[in-house]
């Protein structure tokens, strides 16, 4: 069945089969039931049209399947199998040894490879689009079937269905922009189809495309029952608002004003013959600023209807002025459920172990799938908003004794382990995290080279703290929060001439970890008078909070940053000195170097060691040149798909 054949339908079996099957969801609410009892019918008899939208709390369970549908990297087959995006970026690097990233990191991802979606970041079609998670069309297609038939239930009222009816606007945008952002142009669907209807499945340009996903969020703005902000989070934290409609066009118009889509050239040219293809699909023919401006406008719209409601959305604060106050308000940022930094937020299942559908943030960690790269360690700045100074301390012997890991950015220690003395928060029993070469780390933990968390020795501490703790509960994915609202303004402000107020929203982030204001504590970069600095320093702020979010692979396309793509990333060596200044090899120490009871902490040498584990053949090094091309900055379209003839075609280069 293609994808047009799959919206053409005006029934829901397969829909409510799965659902019949999945036992419980928690989504937007938790413990939702949609077992054998959904829909009053037993496993095997038809669900209709007619059954669902009988009665309101049927339409809400089948509302709630398409909540599970919404994009999460966290679940078991979400993203790519195995592994997270972060890890096709400079900021992570696989050391798993079965992992799914290889046509990645071999170069070989074909089109064919799309009909199999768990080798792939983000599927075409429903295959591998999460486990007992709906597709992108399917769930377009429900999202058309509900707000069709949502008059028709008798015992909610209209301010009820009004809500619904916004809440799915809702979710069919976020669907839509998730593969927008992944493909480009995209066929229009505009209503739920019969068998009858003859359907246009070609793709529209870019431009329609932001047009029509901006129509389906101003659907949601429209509807008088949707609120602005979720009323009761005890009870409905993660359901959709039009908060959630207006900082889901500023995601939208950011990613189209920038340069993968506007500039004055296209990403890449077509080199086949293909039938439907136009540059139109992933260009908009030529730099244009006043998509800038509409980018810009966006922000601005979100911040007036925030004010409008009580400036309900904002970033969350800290409490006192401490590491971990910083560190705690950062936490509830990116993870806690229900506060006012969610604009959007996405409930995946509780788990109990890495198996169990909710491919988690523990069974990614477990087995070394997305590390942390020196480079990124190196985003992170110094306490005090100074840009991290050492770069000259690597390979060599630390004349000056500099400790690389005091003193920084509170995020670093909120989202990695490091080499650290006097540690905040325990790490399972540690008061300290000896990271040098038989330090009480590798006593404890016994690091190995592949399939292990520790391999880079820099290891996930976000999401996990400490090391596990998020097996046992769900994780809450942070799709959109307040964070990235004033970057995305930032961006805008500075891509439309005003880079002092640029600085002042990038500093609001910064100072909630009490970073001191960037322009001021790094003056040789002239962030208020120099753009391509200020972008620069821009991409590294959003590294820096929403790393393991999801983010960094689409900052560095919308950017076409190939020269980010083709640099090899490298891992960390500790190793501690001996009173004498003297490198310690655990060899002579019966393999342990770790520090005795009222042992000082030691100064240490550091070494910046390229990955060699699964290197991806993007890379410049020494032994090879880079194979990349520009194709990778768009996702191939199912060739499978495009062969059945209903007008798809190619991105270019695939």
């Known amino acids: 069945m293609n994808l047009i054949e799959k919206i053409k339908t005006a029934t829901i079996i397969c829909v409510a089969s799965i659902m019949i099957g999945m036992g419980s969801l928690s989504s937007c609410v938790d413990d939702i039931n949609v077992g054998s009892g959904f829909l009053d019918k037993q ?10 939208f009988v009665k309101g709390e049927n339409a809400k369970r089948f509302l709630w399947h398409m909540y599970g549908a919404m994009h999460n990297p966290f679940t078991y087959t979400g993203a790519v199998w195995y592994s997270h995006p972060d890890a096709l970026t400079d900021i992570c690097q696989s050391y798993c040894g079965w992992h799914n990233l290889g046509k990645y990191y071999g170069g070989d991802l074909t089109e064919t490879d799309q009909d199999n979606g768990g080798l792939v970041k983000f599927p075409f079609i429903a295959n591998g689009d999460g486990n007992g998670r709906a597709g992108i069309w399917r769930t377009i297609r429900e999202g058309w079937i509900f707000i069709e038939n949502i008059d028709r239930v008798p015992d ?5 269905k009004s809500q619904l009816r916004g809440e799915v606007y809702v979710i069919m945008a976020s669907r839509y922009l998730d593969a927008f952002r992944n493909f480009g142009g995209l066929p229009k669907v505009d209503r739920s189809f019969v068998a009858t209807d003859i359907v246009d499945g070609k793709r529209m340009s870019v431009i329609e495309t932001a047009e029509f996903i901006d129509e389906l969020i101003q659907g949601a703005i429209n509807e008088p029952g949707l609120p602005f902000f979720v009323q009761d ?3 409905n934290s993660g359901r959709l ?3 959630s409609a207006y900082g889901l066009r500023v995601r939208l118009w950011n990613f189209v004003a920038s340069p993968l889509f506007n500039s004055d050239k296209p990403y890449l040219e077509f080199t086949r013959n293909e039938e439907n293809q136009d540059l139109s699909q992933v260009w908009v023919g030529g730099y244009k600023p006043e998509l800038w401006q509409k980018a810009l406008k966006a922000c601005e719209d979100f911040f007036q209807a925030n004010s409008a409601n009580g400036n309900y959305f904002a970033l969350v604060q800290p409490t006192g002025n401490s590491e971990q106050d910083y560190c705690n308000a950062f936490r509830a940022a990116y993870w806690f459920r229900g506060n006012s930094e969610k604009v959007i937020e996405v409930h995946a299942g ?7 559908g909710d491919w988690n943030v523990e069974g990614m960690d477990e087995f070394g799938m997305a590390l942390f790269t020196l480079e990124y360690m190196e985003m992170f700045g110094m306490a005090n908003g100074r840009n991290f100074p050492y770069d000259d301390v690597f390979n060599t012997d630390n004349p000056n004794n500099v400790d690389i890991f005091a003193n920084r950015d509170p995020r670093l220690y909120e989202t990695m382990v490091v080499n650290r003395n006097n540690l905040v928060e325990q790490y399972q029993g540690l008061s300290s995290t000896e990271m040098w070469q038989g330090g009480n780390v590798d006593q404890t933990f016994n690091p190995a080279v592949t399939d292990n968390p520790w391999s880079t020795r820099m290891k996930l501490f976000k999401y996990l703290r400490d090391n596990g703790y998020a097996a046992y509960y769900p994780t809450n994915f942070a799709y959109l929060r307040m964070a990235d609202i004033h970057l995305c303004y930032a961006e805008a402000l500075a891509q439309t001439g005003n880079l002092p107020k640029a600085c002042d929203e990038m500093n609001k982030v910064r100072a909630r970890v009490g970073l001191g204001k960037i322009e001021v504590m790094n003056p040789e970069l002239n962030l208020t ?4 600095n200020f972008i620069e320093q821009l991409l590294k702020e959003r590294a820096c909070e929403f790393g393991y979010e999801d983010s960094r692979w689409y900052d560095l396309i919308r950017y076409k940053r190939s020269d980010i793509f083709k640099k090899q990333v490298h891992q960390l060596r500790v190793w501690r000195k001996d009173a004498n200044g003297n490198k310690m090899n655990p060899a002579d120490y019966n393999g342990n170097t770790s520090l005795e009871p009222g042992d000082p902490w030691p100064n240490c ?3 910046k060691i390229p990955c ?14 880079s194979k990349w091309t520009d194709k990778w900055y768009l996702a191939p379209i199912s060739r499978d798909e495009i062969n059945k003839g209903y007008g798809l075609n190619q991105n270019p280069g695939w």
């Open 43 to 52: 496993p095997g008899v038809d669900v209709t049209v007619d059954s669902i």
């Open 156 to 160: 909610l009222s209209e301010s009820e």
């Open 233 to 235: 989070q005890a009870t």
């Open 241 to 243: 608002t039009k908060g």
């Open 350 to 356: 509780p788990g109990t172990d890495a198996w169990n």
């Open 529 to 532: 008078t120099n753009k391509d």
């Open 605 to 607: 040498i550091y070494e």
């Open 612 to 625: 060699t584990n699964n290197s991806r053949v993007w890379w410049d090094t020494d032994n090879q040149t």
